[in-house]
């Protein structure tokens, strides 16, 4: 069947599809007053007394009456500028099916949706703050959730003293910085000498205790020290700029934090 021989009773025209379609791109019959879902009825009707499909004939009225809608729909928009574009029947038997493929995919991800819902009924999150008449419950609408027993044994264990940890094993030894201060001055006093000298066999503690004494000489102008390359030995002398005599030891104040920590 063509779209000829389909024939139209409607309040604004009587006659074949394809002269409606005429007036209406003349602007003849305005398209405003077109009730088309009595034109799908009358497609659905003549399909149903013929007893037969033409699929191509079909697809035809479907990319029209598409088109059609979209049209309508964008006159009954105010304020928006139609642009008429031409297409032929090929790509607007290809634009319908883009499109149709896109409602297919936003139907199956609403059946999705569907289906989480249903999956997760009974079960709704609030983030916004309770009422004023549900924020207070009556006491007899409060009911125990967990076993009272629960909460005491928990607590109870809360307030068991753990057993004292076992230290024996750990090595502990201590060093003052003014002791190193004291120790690296008698040095520089003989003489320069390696930071390697300097700790002889000491212990991790003792190494950064030593070095921070060598970082306060070194400020306090009465030391410095080279190294010839990354790893290489350093060697720690007196400034030519300082005093000759070094300050006695006893002058010095000593700190009085000392470091307690374990051996390596």
């Known amino acids: 069947m063509t779209l000829q021989y389909l024939e139209l009773d409607l309040d604004v025209f009587a006659g074949p599809f394809d002269l409606l379609l005429t007036l209406v791109l003349r602007e003849e019959v305005d398209l405003l007053e077109v009730d088309l879902a009595e034109v799908v009825i009358a497609y659905i009707d003549h399909l149903d007394a013929s007893g037969e499909l033409d699929l191509e004939a079909a697809t035809e009225f479907l990319v029209l009456i598409a088109a059609l809608l979209e049209l309508k729909s964008r ?3 105010p304020g928006e500028e ?6 032929d029947p090929g790509e607007a038997a290809e634009e319908l099916l883009a499109r149709l493929l896109d409602a297919q995919r936003y139907r199956s991800a609403a059946a999705h949706l569907h289906a989480r819902l249903g999956e997760e009924s009974g079960y ?14 009556p006491e007899r609408d409060a009911v125990a959730v967990y076993d009272p027993g629960l909460l005491a044994a928990a607590i109870g264990h809360l307030t068991t003293i753990p057993p004292p940890v076992d230290v024996r ?12 201060l004291r120790h ?3 040095l520089l006093a003989a003489g320069r000498f390696t930071f390697a000298e300097a700790l002889g066999r000491a212990d991790r503690v003792t190494i950064a205790v030593t070095l921070y004494a060598l970082l306060e000489l070194h400020k306090q102008g009465e030391a410095t020290w080279v190294q010839d390359e990354p790893f ?8 030519p700029e300082a005093e000759p005599a070094l300050r006695a030891p006893e002058a010095e104040p000593a700190p009085a934090i000392r470091v307690p920590v374990s051996a390596a």
């Open 184 to 186: 690296l001055r008698r």
């Open 75 to 77: 006159l009954l928009l």
């Open 232 to 239: 290489a030995e350093i060697t720690v002398s007196r400034p």
């Open 169 to 180: 094993h750990i090595t502990v030894a201590t060093v003052t910085v003014a002791e190193r």
């Open 124 to 137: 709704r999150f609030r983030s916004a703050p309770l009422p004023p008449q549900l924020r207070r419950a």
């Open 82 to 87: 139609i642009d008429e574009v031409e297409l």
